[in-house]
């Protein structure tokens, strides 16, 4: 019984080495939409065409950063505040269980992130990076009910 349970403890240590080995690199944010799971409508979340990329170091740690397009710099507090609704940045480790990453932020763009565990579903097909967020109530999307991000990424080679 215990070698059965060493032999299923190792396979679960070696598919999650493995999650990990293949987000290790960075990956060119393609598109960043929303989803809303009452009627799978989706829109883009920080328009047409965000920029960003996200990336993950074999020693575990994550660092994302990403906005939209055309930001233009800000002359007044009112407009410094209003790009931090078109921006997302955060880094902590992370760890992998299956097609799941999971990261403990440590630094954010949002403080109330920081100390957070911040779970993240993903797919990867070639060299594309399809992630999702988990089912919530977006502040700026509340109207909408229960939404997830939906957001594509190309590897950068």
Do not use: H
């Amino acid at each position: 019984m215990i070698r059965i349970l060493l032999l299923l403890a190792s396979c679960l240590f070696a598919q999650s080495s493995l999650a990990n080995e293949r987000l290790i690199g960075t990956w060119k944010l393609v598109s960043n939409n929303y989803e809303v799971q009452a009627d799978g409508q989706t829109a883009p979340t920080m328009g047409d065409n965000p920029i960003g990329y996200i990336t993950f170091v074999p020693e575990g740690r994550v660092f994302v950063v990403f906005s939209a397009s055309g930001r233009q710099p800000a002359k007044t507090d009112q407009e410094r505040a209003a790009l931090l609704g078109n921006l997302t940045a955060y880094t902590g480790k992370y760890r992998t269980e299956g097609d799941t990453w999971t990261t403990e932020v440590e630094v954010a763009w949002a403080p109330e992130w920081v100390g957070t565990a911040q779970k993240r579903n993903f797919t990867i097909e070639g060299d594309t990076l399809k992630v999702m967020t988990p089912w919530r109530i977006m502040p700026n999307l509340a109207a909408k009910g229960m939404t997830r991000g939906v957001l594509t990424f190309a590897r950068v080679k």
